[in-house]
Protein backbone atom coordinates (compact mmCIF):
# COMPACT_ATOMS: atom_id res chain seq x y z
CA UNK A 1 0.00 0.00 0.00
CA UNK A 2 1.46 3.49 -0.83
CA UNK A 3 2.10 5.99 2.11
CA UNK A 4 0.49 9.11 1.21
CA UNK A 5 2.27 12.40 2.91
CA UNK A 6 1.53 15.44 3.43
CA UNK A 7 4.57 17.04 3.23
CA UNK A 8 7.90 15.77 2.24
CA UNK A 9 10.76 18.32 2.41
CA UNK A 10 14.76 17.96 2.07
CA UNK A 11 16.41 21.07 3.95
CA UNK A 12 20.41 21.28 3.56
CA UNK A 13 21.81 23.35 6.06
CA UNK A 14 25.81 23.80 7.26
CA UNK A 15 25.14 23.63 10.89
CA UNK A 16 21.55 21.55 10.90
CA UNK A 17 21.27 18.81 8.37
CA UNK A 18 17.85 17.41 8.71
CA UNK A 19 15.58 15.65 6.48
CA UNK A 20 11.31 15.61 8.15
CA UNK A 21 8.80 13.43 7.14
CA UNK A 22 5.51 14.85 9.09
CA UNK A 23 2.36 13.85 9.16
CA UNK A 24 1.54 9.92 8.20
CA UNK A 25 -1.98 8.86 6.87
CA UNK A 26 -1.54 5.24 6.60
CA UNK A 27 0.05 4.10 10.32
CA UNK A 28 3.05 1.46 10.12
CA UNK A 29 3.51 -1.04 12.91
CA UNK A 30 5.69 0.64 15.28
CA UNK A 31 4.78 4.39 14.42
CA UNK A 32 1.52 6.49 15.69
CA UNK A 33 0.13 8.51 12.95
CA UNK A 34 0.36 11.62 15.03
CA UNK A 35 3.90 11.34 15.62
CA UNK A 36 6.36 13.16 13.56
CA UNK A 37 9.79 11.22 12.89
CA UNK A 38 12.97 13.63 12.27
CA UNK A 39 16.16 11.82 11.09
CA UNK A 40 18.95 14.03 12.43
CA UNK A 41 22.19 13.26 10.67
CA UNK A 42 25.20 14.17 13.24
CA UNK A 43 28.92 12.67 13.17
CA UNK A 44 28.22 10.57 10.20
CA UNK A 45 24.70 8.49 11.52
CA UNK A 46 21.26 8.98 11.65
CA UNK A 47 19.22 9.63 15.31
CA UNK A 48 15.44 8.79 15.04
CA UNK A 49 13.33 11.57 16.96
CA UNK A 50 9.84 10.93 17.59
CA UNK A 51 7.75 13.85 19.51
CA UNK A 52 4.62 12.45 20.27
CA UNK A 53 2.04 15.76 20.31
CA UNK A 54 -0.92 15.53 22.72
CA UNK A 55 -4.15 15.90 21.53
CA UNK A 56 -6.08 19.06 22.28
CA UNK A 57 -8.77 17.25 23.57
CA UNK A 58 -6.78 15.93 26.53
CA UNK A 59 -5.09 18.74 27.05
CA UNK A 60 -8.22 20.61 27.88
CA UNK A 61 -9.66 17.58 30.16
CA UNK A 62 -6.27 18.43 31.80
CA UNK A 63 -6.41 21.59 32.66
CA UNK A 64 -10.15 21.49 33.38
CA UNK A 65 -9.83 20.16 37.27
CA UNK A 66 -7.51 22.03 39.62
CA UNK A 67 -7.44 19.35 42.64
CA UNK A 68 -3.89 18.18 43.42
CA UNK A 69 -2.43 14.90 43.82
CA UNK A 70 -1.38 15.10 47.34
CA UNK A 71 -4.75 15.12 49.55
CA UNK A 72 -4.65 15.02 53.16
CA UNK A 73 -5.49 11.39 53.32
CA UNK A 74 -3.70 8.40 52.21
CA UNK A 75 -4.13 6.78 49.58
CA UNK A 76 -4.17 3.18 51.61
CA UNK A 77 -7.20 4.37 53.81
CA UNK A 78 -9.45 5.71 51.65
CA UNK A 79 -11.76 2.73 51.71
CA UNK A 80 -11.30 1.42 55.10
CA UNK A 81 -12.15 5.37 55.69
CA UNK A 82 -15.10 4.75 53.60
CA UNK A 83 -16.85 2.03 55.04
CA UNK A 84 -15.98 3.47 58.71
CA UNK A 85 -17.84 6.68 57.49
CA UNK A 86 -20.95 4.32 56.20
CA UNK A 87 -21.33 1.53 58.19
CA UNK A 88 -20.54 3.61 61.44
CA UNK A 89 -22.09 6.94 61.07
CA UNK A 90 -24.29 7.49 57.77
CA UNK A 91 -26.06 4.02 58.01
CA UNK A 92 -27.11 4.09 62.41
CA UNK A 93 -27.84 8.30 61.72
CA UNK A 94 -29.45 7.86 58.77
CA UNK A 95 -31.59 4.76 59.06
CA UNK A 96 -31.75 4.01 62.86
CA UNK A 97 -31.65 7.57 64.25
CA UNK A 98 -35.79 8.21 64.15
CA UNK A 99 -36.00 4.42 65.43
CA UNK A 100 -34.03 5.39 68.34
CA UNK A 101 -36.05 8.33 68.74
CA UNK A 102 -39.88 6.56 68.77
CA UNK A 103 -38.39 4.39 71.04
CA UNK A 104 -37.66 7.18 73.61
CA UNK A 105 -40.45 9.09 73.13
CA UNK A 106 -42.34 5.85 73.13
CA UNK A 107 -44.15 6.86 70.38
CA UNK A 108 -44.19 4.11 66.87
CA UNK A 109 -45.22 7.03 64.75
CA UNK A 110 -43.42 10.32 65.50
CA UNK A 111 -45.36 13.65 64.78
CA UNK A 112 -44.49 15.55 61.71
CA UNK A 113 -42.82 18.34 63.80
CA UNK A 114 -40.93 16.30 66.35
CA UNK A 115 -39.81 13.81 63.69
CA UNK A 116 -38.34 17.05 61.71
CA UNK A 117 -36.37 18.50 64.93
CA UNK A 118 -35.45 14.69 65.26
CA UNK A 119 -34.02 14.75 61.78
CA UNK A 120 -32.20 17.81 62.53
CA UNK A 121 -30.59 16.95 65.43
CA UNK A 122 -29.49 13.93 63.64
CA UNK A 123 -28.20 15.17 60.53
CA UNK A 124 -25.68 17.89 62.44
CA UNK A 125 -24.60 14.88 64.63
CA UNK A 126 -23.81 13.05 61.21
CA UNK A 127 -21.93 16.02 60.09
CA UNK A 128 -19.90 16.57 63.41
CA UNK A 129 -18.84 13.11 63.75
CA UNK A 130 -17.32 12.65 60.08
CA UNK A 131 -15.57 15.86 60.47
CA UNK A 132 -13.74 14.73 63.63
CA UNK A 133 -13.54 11.02 61.76
CA UNK A 134 -11.92 13.18 58.68
CA UNK A 135 -10.03 14.73 61.03
CA UNK A 136 -8.61 12.40 62.93
CA UNK A 137 -7.30 9.92 59.54
CA UNK A 138 -6.00 12.95 57.75
CA UNK A 139 -2.14 13.25 57.65
CA UNK A 140 -0.34 15.45 60.49
CA UNK A 141 -0.30 19.37 59.55
CA UNK A 142 -3.14 18.90 57.19
CA UNK A 143 -6.21 20.96 56.69
CA UNK A 144 -8.69 18.36 55.53
CA UNK A 145 -11.96 20.41 55.66
CA UNK A 146 -11.02 23.86 54.66
CA UNK A 147 -13.90 26.22 52.88
CA UNK A 148 -11.50 29.30 52.88
CA UNK A 149 -8.30 28.29 51.00
CA UNK A 150 -8.07 29.55 47.39
CA UNK A 151 -4.80 29.61 45.48
CA UNK A 152 -4.00 32.01 42.70
CA UNK A 153 -5.35 29.63 39.66
CA UNK A 154 -8.81 29.46 42.02
CA UNK A 155 -8.85 33.06 42.29
CA UNK A 156 -9.59 33.71 38.97
CA UNK A 157 -12.81 30.64 38.76
CA UNK A 158 -15.79 32.11 40.28
CA UNK A 159 -16.63 29.28 42.11
CA UNK A 160 -20.85 31.23 41.92
CA UNK A 161 -20.83 31.24 38.13
CA UNK A 162 -19.34 28.13 38.69
CA UNK A 163 -22.48 26.64 40.71
CA UNK A 164 -24.87 28.58 39.01
CA UNK A 165 -23.85 27.44 35.35
CA UNK A 166 -24.07 23.29 37.35
CA UNK A 167 -27.88 24.72 38.57
CA UNK A 168 -28.96 24.94 34.91
CA UNK A 169 -27.34 21.84 34.25
CA UNK A 170 -29.36 20.25 36.66
CA UNK A 171 -32.42 21.07 36.00
CA UNK A 172 -32.08 20.18 32.00
CA UNK A 173 -30.74 16.74 32.99
CA UNK A 174 -33.30 16.14 36.07
CA UNK A 175 -35.90 17.53 33.61
CA UNK A 176 -35.42 14.89 31.25
CA UNK A 177 -34.50 12.39 33.32
CA UNK A 178 -37.72 12.34 35.66
CA UNK A 179 -39.70 12.12 32.39
CA UNK A 180 -38.14 8.55 31.60
CA UNK A 181 -38.47 7.86 35.26
CA UNK A 182 -42.39 8.51 35.30
CA UNK A 183 -42.83 5.80 32.58
CA UNK A 184 -40.74 2.85 34.84
CA UNK A 185 -41.83 3.89 38.51
CA UNK A 186 -45.73 5.00 38.20
CA UNK A 187 -45.58 5.28 41.96
CA UNK A 188 -45.10 8.94 43.85
CA UNK A 189 -41.98 8.06 45.97
CA UNK A 190 -42.76 7.29 49.99
CA UNK A 191 -40.05 10.10 50.95
CA UNK A 192 -41.75 12.74 48.84
CA UNK A 193 -44.65 12.22 50.76
CA UNK A 194 -43.20 12.05 53.90
CA UNK A 195 -41.26 15.21 53.23
CA UNK A 196 -44.80 17.11 52.18
CA UNK A 197 -46.31 16.02 55.23
CA UNK A 198 -43.57 17.39 57.42
CA UNK A 199 -43.47 20.53 55.31
CA UNK A 200 -47.18 21.09 55.66
CA UNK A 201 -47.44 20.36 59.63
CA UNK A 202 -45.99 24.05 60.64
CA UNK A 203 -43.11 26.52 61.03
CA UNK A 204 -41.29 24.33 63.28
CA UNK A 205 -40.93 21.71 60.86
CA UNK A 206 -40.28 23.77 57.84
CA UNK A 207 -37.54 25.28 59.37
CA UNK A 208 -36.06 22.37 60.66
CA UNK A 209 -36.42 20.41 57.13
CA UNK A 210 -35.02 23.24 55.07
CA UNK A 211 -32.03 23.19 57.42
CA UNK A 212 -31.58 19.90 57.10
CA UNK A 213 -32.03 19.98 53.03
CA UNK A 214 -29.94 23.28 52.29
CA UNK A 215 -27.20 23.58 54.80
CA UNK A 216 -26.50 20.26 56.91
CA UNK A 217 -27.09 17.74 54.08
CA UNK A 218 -24.77 19.55 51.45
CA UNK A 219 -22.85 20.25 53.71
CA UNK A 220 -22.37 16.70 54.78
CA UNK A 221 -22.17 14.88 51.84
CA UNK A 222 -19.91 17.41 49.83
CA UNK A 223 -17.13 16.46 52.46
CA UNK A 224 -17.63 13.50 52.23
CA UNK A 225 -18.07 12.41 48.59
CA UNK A 226 -16.13 15.26 46.98
CA UNK A 227 -13.44 16.78 49.67
CA UNK A 228 -12.62 13.08 51.04
CA UNK A 229 -13.29 10.69 48.22
CA UNK A 230 -13.10 12.44 44.89
CA UNK A 231 -9.61 14.07 46.35
CA UNK A 232 -8.52 11.16 47.94
CA UNK A 233 -8.62 8.64 44.56
CA UNK A 234 -7.11 10.78 42.18
CA UNK A 235 -3.30 10.05 42.94
CA UNK A 236 -4.44 6.34 42.03
CA UNK A 237 -6.40 7.49 38.73
CA UNK A 238 -7.51 10.38 36.12
CA UNK A 239 -9.66 12.15 37.77
CA UNK A 240 -11.94 11.53 35.12
CA UNK A 241 -12.29 8.36 36.29
CA UNK A 242 -12.47 9.35 39.80
CA UNK A 243 -15.25 11.55 39.19
CA UNK A 244 -17.40 8.42 37.93
CA UNK A 245 -16.09 6.40 40.70
CA UNK A 246 -17.13 8.89 43.11
CA UNK A 247 -20.25 10.04 41.46
CA UNK A 248 -21.33 6.19 41.46
CA UNK A 249 -20.60 5.78 45.42
CA UNK A 250 -22.46 8.81 45.82
CA UNK A 251 -25.82 7.43 43.61
CA UNK A 252 -25.04 4.20 45.65
CA UNK A 253 -25.29 5.52 49.36
CA UNK A 254 -28.82 7.16 49.02
CA UNK A 255 -30.00 3.33 48.36
CA UNK A 256 -32.86 4.61 45.95
CA UNK A 257 -32.68 2.02 43.07
CA UNK A 258 -35.15 4.46 41.46
CA UNK A 259 -33.51 7.59 41.78
CA UNK A 260 -29.71 5.93 41.22
CA UNK A 261 -29.33 7.99 37.53
CA UNK A 262 -30.43 11.04 38.76
CA UNK A 263 -28.22 10.79 41.47
CA UNK A 264 -25.48 9.60 39.73
CA UNK A 265 -25.74 12.35 37.17
CA UNK A 266 -26.11 15.07 40.23
CA UNK A 267 -22.79 13.33 41.65
CA UNK A 268 -20.85 14.06 38.36
CA UNK A 269 -22.51 17.62 38.08
CA UNK A 270 -21.33 18.65 41.53
CA UNK A 271 -18.15 16.96 40.96
CA UNK A 272 -17.08 18.56 37.37
CA UNK A 273 -18.17 22.01 40.07
CA UNK A 274 -15.67 21.19 42.45
CA UNK A 275 -13.18 19.77 40.40
CA UNK A 276 -13.42 23.31 38.16
CA UNK A 277 -13.45 26.14 40.68
CA UNK A 278 -11.27 23.54 43.15
CA UNK A 279 -13.48 24.88 45.53
CA UNK A 280 -15.72 23.24 47.96
CA UNK A 281 -18.16 26.46 48.50
CA UNK A 282 -19.15 25.90 44.75
CA UNK A 283 -20.75 22.51 45.05
CA UNK A 284 -22.07 22.76 48.41
CA UNK A 285 -24.03 26.19 46.91
CA UNK A 286 -24.99 23.85 44.10
CA UNK A 287 -26.10 21.03 46.23
CA UNK A 288 -28.24 23.43 48.15
CA UNK A 289 -30.32 25.38 45.24
CA UNK A 290 -30.76 21.94 43.58
CA UNK A 291 -32.34 20.45 47.73
CA UNK A 292 -34.09 23.64 47.95
CA UNK A 293 -35.91 23.15 44.20
CA UNK A 294 -36.68 19.76 45.28
CA UNK A 295 -38.52 21.06 48.16
CA UNK A 296 -40.38 23.65 46.75
CA UNK A 297 -41.72 21.50 44.25
CA UNK A 298 -42.67 18.63 46.90
CA UNK A 299 -44.47 21.47 49.28
CA UNK A 300 -46.26 23.30 45.79
CA UNK A 301 -46.97 19.44 44.78
Given at each position: ??????????????????????????P????????????????N?????????????????????????????????????M??????L???????????????F???????????????????T?L????L?????A?P??K???????????????????????????????????????????N??????????????????????????????????????????L?S?I??????????????????????????????????????????????????????M????T???????
Open positions: MAVLCQSLATKHNPSHNKITLLSFITKPHLHPSKSIHFKPQHSFKLHCSNDEQPSQQIFEGFSLLGSDPPWESGNVWSTGFYFFSHVPFSFGGLSLVSHLHQPVLQPQLKAVAILVISTEFATVLLQFTMNSPVSFLERGSVRSKRNWVFAALIGFAVLVAAMYLTSLLADTLFEEGVNNQDVKEILLSGSVAQASITLVFCVIAPVLEEIVYRRFLTLPSMQWRQALIVSSLIFAAAHLSGENFIQLFLIGMVLGCSYSWTGDLRSPILLHSYNALLFIDFNA
